[in-house]
């Protein structure tokens, strides 16, 4: 385990603080009516859609025809997307930063939808930063499919088992393992300067 040099992250929740709730505490009164939304009227396959490239749009009328009478809300949802980034994750791109100046090979691999990834880029200038970043949109494919971390491994000349992968999803840290990188479930930044630490990506 001793002096991975190359560090992959994913970005939603671990370099942003992203909440779904956030956006839609905007829409409804109580939560109740927020985790029925979410659950019920979005469910997981929405945004598997997004992540793996279909238009928002067309998402959006597609799950429009299905819960009509949540037409408007469904449509300001992706409208209004990015009102779901509170900011930065605390203390992850002072640590982007610290790997970097250990001439660390620093890289992201995340699930994230195609028009909204260049306004997170706009808007979080420090992913500027990162070496390369596969974004599952671009590709089709998304996270735990041991098949985008092997495009991944084969755009950026990665090794697996000279990696530390890092996502605060356990089934995503399950696959990267399955596959050779040291994974890391991210809890919050001390944590990760920590386990970094330990395996000796950092001083």
Known sequence: MSGLRTVVFDVGG?????DYRLL??????GDAEVEFFLAEVLGAEFH?????????ADTAAEWSLRHPDYESVIYGFCDRFPEMWRGPV?????????????RVGVYGLTNWGRETWPLACERFPFLDSLDGVLVSSEVGITKPD??????????FGVTPEESVFIDDVVQNVTAARSLGFHGIV???ADELRNDLIRCGSLE
Do not use: N
Request: glycine share 4%.
């Open 90 to 102: 605390s203390g992850s791109p002072e640590l982007l930063a610290d790997l970097k100046a250990a």
């Open 14 to 18: 671990v370099l942003i603080d992203a």
């Open 146 to 155: 041991p098949e985008i971390f092997q495009t991944f491994c084969a755009r």
């Open 48 to 56: 598997h859609q997004r992540d793996r490239g279909v238009p928002m």
């Open 186 to 188: 991210f809890t919050d």
């Open 24 to 29: 839609c505490r905007k829409f409804f009164d």
